[in-house]
């Protein structure tokens, strides 16, 4: 009985090591060729109940990828109230590469 357990714990974490290295192989073989970099950008109009939600797994979504690439969050201000700016503004403090900017800054930052 004791066998059979160890037997299938060994499967489980043979399956678990062959999906990781799959999926490292996938990130080398898919990386970006150029030292580029690409943009998330959120609007803020699209969802405003979730928006704090939508960031932070944009955020955990780049920070997945590693170091493969360099990827920025930005979270597009269309017409947003002021109290709504300033808990963005405090979110985009709080987490790393992430920032708010008007449509116009965002032109400025993709051309730079």
Not at 72 to 86: P, S, Y
Not at 87 to 103: V, Y
């Amino acid at each position: 009985m004791l066998s059979a357990i160890a037997y299938i714990l060994l499967v489980i974490f043979t399956l678990l090591g062959i999906v990781a290295a799959i999926a490292a192989v996938m990130m080398l073989v898919m990386r970006p060729r150029g030292t580029g970099r690409f943009v998330v950008v959120i609007p803020s109009h699209a969802c405003e109940a979730d928006f704090a939600a939508r960031l932070c797994a944009a955020r955990l979504r780049v920070g997945l990828l590693g170091g493969v690439v360099r990827g920025d969050v930005i979270a597009l201000d269309c017409g947003m109230n002021e109290q709504n700016r300033q808990q963005c503004e405090a979110l985009c403090q709080g987490l790393d590469r992430t920032k708010l900017l008007a449509p116009e800054e965002l032109l400025h930052e993709l051309t730079s």
